[in-house]
């Protein structure tokens, strides 16, 4: 392993940037698929969307959302609150 690929992940030896190296390659393997499923659930949320405007309703459901939040408030704790306001942005409103 080069100098420059220690540099680069900020490790001291070269055993620690590889194992550093593999699993940064993991994690953008990871976020692919976070972004596939986001935008698979950006879609869904759509098609929901769709069929309440469609049949008189609004366009956004509270108390759903409210659910949502908390459930990732409960498995994430604040952060997951954050999460979760995050996707029902990118959600609300493609319709």
Do not use: F
Not at 13 to 33: F, N
Not at 59 to 75: K, P, T
């Amino acid at each position: 392993m080069s100098t420059q690929t220690v540099a680069e992940t900020g490790a001291r030896t070269p055993e620690a940037a590889g194992v550093i190296t593999d699993a940064r390659g993991r994690i953008d393997d990871l976020d692919g698929r976070i972004i596939g499923l986001v935008q698979e659930r950006m879609a869904v949320s759509a098609v929901i969307q769709r069929e309440r405007i469609a049949s008189g309703g609004r366009r956004v459901n509270l108390s759903r959302e409210m659910e949502i939040i908390g459930h990732y408030s409960e498995q994430l704790g604040k952060p997951g609150t954050a999460l979760a306001m995050t996707l029902l942005e990118l959600c609300r409103g493609r319709v």
